[in-house]
């Protein structure tokens, strides 16, 4: 992005000049800016890891939180950071198993099978 957006600086000075009416330039500046942010800035990132229908705010929370716990004990690689890193990890794996077992428990029961049929496919 940086070297485009380099190459367009060094190509906008050198066809426009200072004579250039003021609309025709800012137009050309939003235009060229609009273009890089489209190409280079994602607009949206998903990712499958919290996607699936038992993982509530509380997991995702935990989840995070088990992520910063991680980098911290990676960082320090102090003993007492990885012994809070695994007692955090084991909390999040007993969260998401129940969430899960739940889920699936609920779905069984219900009389709808469309939504157990999706769920096993």
């Known amino acids: 992005m940086t070297a485009h957006l380099t ?3 060094a190509d906008f000075t050198a066809t426009h000049s ?4 003021i609309n025709i330039l800012w137009n050309k500046f939003k235009l ?3 273009k890089t942010l489209n190409t280079y800035v994602p607009s949206k990132m998903t990712s499958s890891r919290h996607s699936q229908p038992w993982c509530n705010r509380t997991i995702r929370r935990l989840t995070r939180i088990k992520r910063r716990a991680y980098r911290k004990a990676r960082l320090s690689k102090s003993d007492d950071d ?6 955090i990890q084991q909390e999040a794996k007993k969260q998401c198993k129940t969430a899960h077992d739940t889920y699936v428990r609920d779905i069984v029961t219900e009389d709808k099978s469309k939504k157990l049929f999706t769920f096993v496919k």
Not at 18 to 21: D, E, S, V
Not at 82 to 87: A, L, V
């Open 7 to 9: 190459e367009f600086t």
């Open 82 to 87: 990885w012994k809070i890193y695994r007692s």
């Open 32 to 34: 060229e800016c609009m």
């Open 18 to 21: 200072p004579a250039t009416p």
